[in-house]
């Protein structure tokens, strides 16, 4: 599995941006998809999660009604829109594929930077 990710970038507080994790060598459709970010000297976070038909979507509180995850499983990509951006939301952005929204581990991209200030 090759996850990699892209659209991270410089934006202004209160602005937006849409993240892209394009996967291949593996049966998209079967993974279940999360995001996590990583800011510096912080431990990884837990940013969302959709279920390999789309079907569920959970958030943590952080990012609730600002973030919506989203997968187009024909073009084998996973999206996070972020609106209402925030400096606390400056990180490394990752996504992850398992086998099931309950399970742990799976396969990583490399990520991509998002930074949120004036």
């Known amino acids: 599995v090759q996850l990699v990710e892209s659209g991270g970038g410089l934006v202004q507080p209160g602005g937006s941006l849409r993240l892209s994790c394009a996967a291949s060598?593996?049966?998209?459709?079967?993974?279940?998809m999360f995001w996590y970010r990583q800011a510096p000297g912080k431990e990884r976070e837990w940013v969302a999660v959709?279920?390999?038909?789309?079907?569920?979507?959970n958030y943590p509180n952080s990012v609730k009604g600002r973030f919506t995850i989203s997968r187009d499983n024909a073009k084998n990509t996973v999206y996070l829109q972020m609106n209402r951006l925030k400096p606390e939301d400056t990180a490394v952005y990752s996504c992850n594929a398992r086998d099931s929204i309950y399970v742990s581990g799976g396969y990583w991209g490399q990520g991509t930077q998002v930074t949120v200030s004036s």
């Open positions: 959709i279920s390999s038909d789309g079907g569920i979507t």
């Open positions: 060598r593996c049966t998209f459709s079967s993974y279940a």
